[in-house]
């Protein structure tokens, strides 16, 4: 076991060096960097700043020496390559750097960023799997009925629905769009929260968090539902249940005792990447549309205001926990089902 855990670990880190140097590389042909963005803001400032005729300055150019002290501000006086060992060498010691624009380190940017994330991510994953499992068993084992048809063109109809097009909907509907004021439009907690009870800043947050969560967690009904549903009927279907019947176990015992376990095994298996990815794979138009500032809002952001030491940073971390969560969703076979071998993972 540990050999293959070490064998993995060694292999993350090519996959993570393959991943920085195309992006690296990619990066270096996109046109309006960091110091373009900043020449343009600062004549953009000088514009808008009075003077001369109509609220304009006469000298709206940013001089040469301007333009080199940006670039060494920024680290672009160094060839391509020397920036790119040194980028490797900051994410070995774990050090993301600092935004080019929020005058913050990339640590705390996401630090910030963190708890409406894992807010969105942490309800989004409880409520789906709450829910889609015991449906997804429901309707294997009355495969075939009315409610097994009607439960699916539900799921299915979610499942069709892009989630922001669902969160338009609803803050048409409940957000004071043109029907009902019932939910706020905008952030996690009210300006006054710190002054609530513990009581209050309960019902205020989840308040708050009710729309986005609807939006989020309604397209995902459909894959967990069907993948449970499948798994439980190819259980059913099998010769060791088959044998369980025939021994007079009543239903209810053959399906719990025996079904369960071997059919959950697929989904426990994914339990550790869908936990994580829900954390960091939250939806940027629901973010957008809710004015929630998580960490797809600020991916964006950095992504258009060409914040390379965001964009590296985040994608550098991203990257080592979704290698490390498939480590752990590979050994989670192992821990369900004895009978899988680590050199049958190694194939």
């Not at 953009?44 to 020496?65: I, K, P, S």
């Not at 019932?182 to 989840?206: E, H, M, Q, V």
């Not at 939250?282 to 809002?297: A, K, M, V």
Request: with cysteine.
């Amino acid at each position: 076991m540990w050999s293959y855990i070490l064998k993995r670990i060694l292999l993350m880190i090519p996959t993570l060096i393959g991943v920085l140097t195309l992006t690296f590389v990619v990066i270096q042909f996109v046109p309006g960097g960091p110091v373009e963005q900043a020449v343009h803001d600062l004549r953009r400032g000088q514009t808008e700043g009075g003077g001369g005729g109509f609220g304009l300055r006469t000298h709206t150019g940013v001089d040469a020496q301007q333009v080199e002290q940006l670039k060494k501000l920024y680290g672009f006086d160094k060839p391509p390559l020397q920036r790119y060992f040194l980028m490797l060498g900051r994410f070995a010691r774990f050090d993301l750097g600092d935004s080019y624009f929020r005058h913050q380190s990339v640590w705390s940017l996401i630090v910030t960023k963190l708890p409406v994330s894992i807010s969105i991510g942490l309800w989004t994953f409880l409520l789906t799997y709450l829910i889609s499992v015991p449906l997804g068993i429901a309707k294997a084992v009355k495969n075939g009925s009315k409610f097994d048809v009607a439960t699916s063109l539900v799921v299915l109809i979610g499942f069709a629905i892009p989630g922001f097009v669902l969160g338009v909907l609803l803050l048409v509907l409940f957000g004071g769009g043109s029907f009902w004021q019932l939910f706020p439009l905008r952030n996690l907690t009210s300006d006054n929260w710190a002054t609530l009870s513990l009581g209050g800043k309960i019902l205020n947050y989840l308040w708050h968090i009710t729309l986005p969560i609807v939006a989020s967690v309604v397209g995902s009904f459909a894959v967990i539902t069907m993948l449970t549903k499948n798994a439980f009927l190819d259980e059913i279907r099998k010769q060791y249940v088959l044998t369980a019947r025939a021994k007079g176990l009543s239903e209810r015992r053959v399906l719990w005792k025996h079904i369960f376990r071997n059919a959950l095994l697929p989904l426990i298996v994914g339990f550790p990447g869908a936990f994580i990815g829900a954390f960091f794979t939250g939806s940027l138009l629901i973010e957008t549309l809710f004015s929630l500032d998580g960490l797809g809002l600020l991916s964006y952001e950095s992504v258009v205001r060409r914040d390379y030491p965001v964009v590296l940073g985040t994608l550098y971390l991203f990257t080592l926990i979704g290698l490390a969560t498939k480590l752990i969703s590979d050994l989670c076979y192992v821990w369900v089902d004895p009978r899988i071998q680590f050199e049958q993972l190694e194939r």
